[in-house]
């Protein structure tokens, strides 16, 4: 049992490695997303069954692949579709198939997968929907794992995938890269489910834990695969800037007991010096590809900011407020703006900052959103109004879902 055990560890992890390529060179076969994943699951099935017996392959990338092709071809072979694509195309002997497959998996496996990027990304899906395609098809998990992720239901999340694929097909999506004209607005998508899936692990919106560092994981590998898939795209290199730096402080943002530890309270010796590392390391890169820094790449230079400080009195917030006010023009996010407020009540004072939260509150932005009475809060203690302050951080405290934000908050509203 013990033997069989680790070989099942094993085909869980070559599948989660090699899953997001085999589905790839499967959807470029057979041009539909729902076949090529149904096609990868028979593999693994079959993994599973003969592993254990026959012992881990040579190379189970291969296996995996070898395996999906027999499948593929017997699908193809059973379509009444292909005896017409035989007339279409003069065929007359069913090994011109497996020739055709094989050449589909020689040529660029690397093009591929960042195909099917585009395609889990595509704006035709809901935000909720990319997020769990991408997750499925690209990160390998299951839909138990994404459900558990992002604490809901397993039917949820599947209906959510069978809709994705459902609505890709009906909308024959391509399985290409977007030309030139497109690209900017379909890598925006990309970039954005990746930034989502990191979020949600750095500060999970519900449960009990705080962070969830398993979700920061994968969305910092999918920000490494595509950023070696584009090298040439700045704004690719900036997320992967902002994730790694973001990243380092996992360890601090979370105390003995798992409770929140606030920026200005962590012990900045836990953070990851590699990561940090890593993190300007992109930020140059995307500084040096140049073309004007994009929201990403200003969202990592203000991380770095923070990286380089050795406490938060030593933080350049005036630079801080600066690159804020860069990015609020080109993010169009109250989010941004509430977080420029918290920059410049740090750079000006207090008021300054509590003036532009107002300004917030004026226009009907962020009602609710459990960030805008805690920051309202903070503004307003700093400032001696402490009854306020209290009110500001109850109310945020009604407005969470996550559980160790909501024992935080309540800490400071009865303080």
Request: aromatic letters at 4%; charged letters at 25%.
């Amino acid at each position: 049992m013990a033997v069989e055990d680790e070989v099942k560890r094993t085909v869980e992890a070559v599948w989660r490695i090699e899953s997001p390529r085999l589905i790839a060179g499967l959807v470029r076969m057979m041009r539909d997303v729902g076949v090529a994943e149904e096609l990868a699951q028979d593999a693994l099935v079959a993994a599973l069954e003969q592993w254990p017996a026959d012992g881990v392959p040579r190379n189970p990338g291969a296996w995996l692949m070898s395996v999906a092709k027999r499948r593929a071809v017997d699908l193809v072979r059973r379509n009444e579709r292909y005896q017409r694509k035989l007339a279409e195309l003069g065929r007359t002997m069913d090994d011109t198939v497996e020739a055709d497959f094989d050449a589909v998996l020689a040529d660029g496996i690397e093009d591929d997968l960042l195909r099917l990027i585009f395609v889990a990304c595509h704006p035709v899906l809901t935000t909720e929907a990319r997020v769990a395609l991408t997750l499925r098809l690209l990160g390998g998990l299951t839909t138990g794992e994404i459900a558990r992720a992002f604490l809901v239901s397993e039917p949820t999340v599947a209906q959510r995938i069978v809709r994705a694929k459902r609505a890709l097909s009906d909308a024959r999506v391509p399985f290409e890269v977007p030309e030139a004209g497109e690209r900017a607005a379909r890598l925006s998508s990309v970039l954005e489910v990746i930034y989502l899936i990191f979020n949600e692990g750095y500060s999970a919106t519900a449960g009990d834990d705080w962070v969830r560092p398993a979700l920061c994981e994968e969305a910092l590998r999918l920000g490494r695969v595509l950023a070696g898939l584009m090298p040439g795209e700045a704004e690719v290199h900036g997320l992967v800037a902002l994730m790694e730096i973001q990243a380092s402080r996992l360890r601090a943002r979370v105390g003995p007991a798992g409770e929140p530890v606030l920026l200005a309270d962590q012990d900045r010796t836990r953070w990851d010096r590699l990561l940090i590392g890593r993190g300007l390391a992109s930020l140059a890169r995307a500084e040096e590809i140049g073309g004007g820094p994009g929201p990403y790449t200003l969202q990592a230079a203000i991380a770095a900011c923070h990286a380089r400080a050795a406490s938060a009195e030593e933080t350049d917030w005036v630079r801080v407020a600066a690159l804020y006010d860069t990015l609020a023009p080109l993010a169009e996010s109250p989010v941004v703006e509430l977080n420029r407020a918290v920059a410049v009540g740090m750079a000006e004072g207090p008021e300054a900052g509590l003036a532009l939260v107002d300004a917030l509150v004026e226009r009907g932005m962020l009602g609710g959103y459990h960030l805008l009475p805690a920051v309202r809060g903070d503004l307003l203690r700093r400032l001696g109004r402490d009854d306020e302050a209290r009110a500001e951080f109850a109310r945020a405290t009604s407005l969470t879902r996550n559980e160790r934000e909501r024992a935080l908050l309540l800490s400071r509203a009865v303080s």
